[in-house]
């Protein structure tokens, strides 16, 4: 005899192997057709600066009712600047390289709210230097931030959305070098963990739909963080800029945070397994 198909949501959390009815993600009736995050508790991974924060500050101008930070450092001046417009703005102490960490914060947030409706794997890191030069604890160290992080965080919360019966968002930040070279400062490995982000998109989002979860990615151009201090100093940024055509400046972080916010917002129940380039025409490169 087959499996009995479980009866709802919360019994998938027992066994997440036992086959389920797919949950029905059809908008109701009296559906809401603004696109808004209002009763959305996110969780944002690395949003103490930077693209995190950025996404942040969007989340919360477009109601989100809890956003947090998971974030291994500790708040600054920028998540403290935007905390006191957005009280509703939190942070835990996370390390996404460690699971138990991760499944700390998520518990957490849980326990304060109720509830999770989104996670943004957006924690990353990079590493500038020639293809002939890096060794494998370099590879190891880039590697287990942006692919290991990304992808424990998302199986950490899919269980959480599985278990509370909530149809969740995950959104990963990619990158355009997962696409093709960042000609103006190559990193052979960075680009390989990016690709690998986006497209582990595509399978989580294909596994989990019959839980009503939904997995995207965004992939930024040059965004104007601490990771490219580098890009504006160079002598002949204008030139390249020229040359490459397209919109001859960095991001402002938050001018991603739209794509975020859709993501994350009910009104993309039809959206999955898809990544949004947001480069500028830097995808042109
Ligand atoms: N800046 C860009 O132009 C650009 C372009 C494409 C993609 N990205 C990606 O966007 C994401 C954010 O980049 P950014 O430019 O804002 O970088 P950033 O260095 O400004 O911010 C990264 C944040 O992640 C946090 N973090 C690092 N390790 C962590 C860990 N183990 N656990 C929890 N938090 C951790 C840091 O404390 C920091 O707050 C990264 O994944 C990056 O690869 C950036």
Known sequence: ?????????????????TPTPYLNTMPSSNFSWQITLAEKVVAITGANRGIGLGIAEVCLANSA????????????EDFE??????????YIQTDVTSEESVQKAIDQVVQET?????LVANAGMTKHQPALNFDRPELEKLFNLN??????????????????????????????TSYRPNRAAPSAP???TKAAVRNMCHTLAMEWSKHGIRVNSISPGFVRTAMTY????????????????????LADPRELGGA???????????????????????GAW
Do not use: H
């Open 1 to 17: 005899m087959p499996p009995v198909a479980t009866a709802n949501a919360a019994s998938d959390a027992v066994n997440i192997e």
């Open 65 to 76: 009712k809890v956003v947090y930070s998971l974030d291994m450092m500790e708040p600054a």
């Open 81 to 90: 600047g935007l905390q006191k417009r957005y009280p509703n703005f939190r």
């Open 114 to 118: 109720g509830r999770i409706d989104g």
């Open 147 to 176: 692919v290991f992080g990304a992808y424990f965080c998302a199986q950490i919360v899919a269980r959480k959305f599985i278990e509370l019966g909530i149809k969740g968002s995950i959104v990963m930040t990619s990158s355009m």
């Open 190 to 192: 960075y680009g390989a």
């Open 230 to 249: 580098y890009v504006e100093k160079s002598p002949d940024w204008d030139l390249k800029m020229q040359y490459y055509g397209g919109m001859p400046r």
């Open 260 to 282: 975020y916010v859709y993501l994350l917002s009910d009104g993309s129940s039809y959206t999955t397994g898809i990544d949004i380039p947001i480069a500028g025409i830097v």
